[in-house]
């Protein structure tokens, strides 16, 4: 097991023994469902509250993770992001607090366990919530071919898509431009 992937399977370990709820997305999770690529940090979408967020944020800190007490409190209260870094191989770990808009919430309720890795399993977002949620960080980043390329893998890989659901709320999130885009080679 990698640095990276040890250190993923400590998080989502003391993740669970807190209690607090939380799916895997970003680029590991567009990875999972499409091609493959390296990245610099996982992104966890976190769903704690005040207690289990504290119970955990402690287990981090113990586990030799660097990692802000008042910052997470902070991003709890805004829904915003803090992070926790590895303070052995120095990668670091972005933890997003759900959103409180309705895809955040749907996005949540779809997410799925699967063995991410031998002997490691996690809750990840769905391949569709992935395809939307890179849509939105294209759009965010102008257009971000990285973001656009991660999406083509997973059509690439999964043709059992539900392209119905991509489609209302790509329109509904505002990249249904960006979608029909992604999906013309």
């Known amino acids: 097991m990698s640095p990276e992937e040890r250190c993923l399977a400590q998080v989502a370990q003391l993740l669970e023994a807190a209690g607090v709820p939380y799916m ?3 680029s590991l999770a567009s990875s999972h469902h499409g091609r493959p690529r390296s990245t610099d940090d996982a992104d966890i979408v976190i769903e704690p509250t005040p207690e289990t967020l504290g119970r955990f944020v402690a287990a981090l800190a113990q586990a030799g993770f660097y ?3 008042e910052r997470a409190q902070e991003a709890l209260r805004r829904r915003h992001q803090f992070n926790a870094i590895d303070g052995e191989s120095a990668y670091k770990v972005d933890l997003i607090v759900r959103k409180g808009r309705a895809f955040s919430a749907t996005e949540f309720e779809r997410r799925r366990r699967v063995e991410l890795l031998p002997g490691l399993s996690v809750t990840i977002a769905s391949a569709e919530d992935t395809v939307l949620a890179k849509l939105e960080w294209a759009q965010k980043a102008g257009g971000s071919e990285k973001q656009l390329a991660d999406v083509r893998g997973i059509l690439e ?15 509904e999130l505002g990249v249904l431009e960006l979608w029909q885009r992604s999906r013309v080679r």
């Open 24 to 26: 895997i997305a970003g």
């Open 67 to 69: 990692v802000d007490p």
């Open 157 to 171: 890989v999964r043709p059992d898509l539900d392209l119905a659901y991509i489609e209302r709320w790509a329109a």
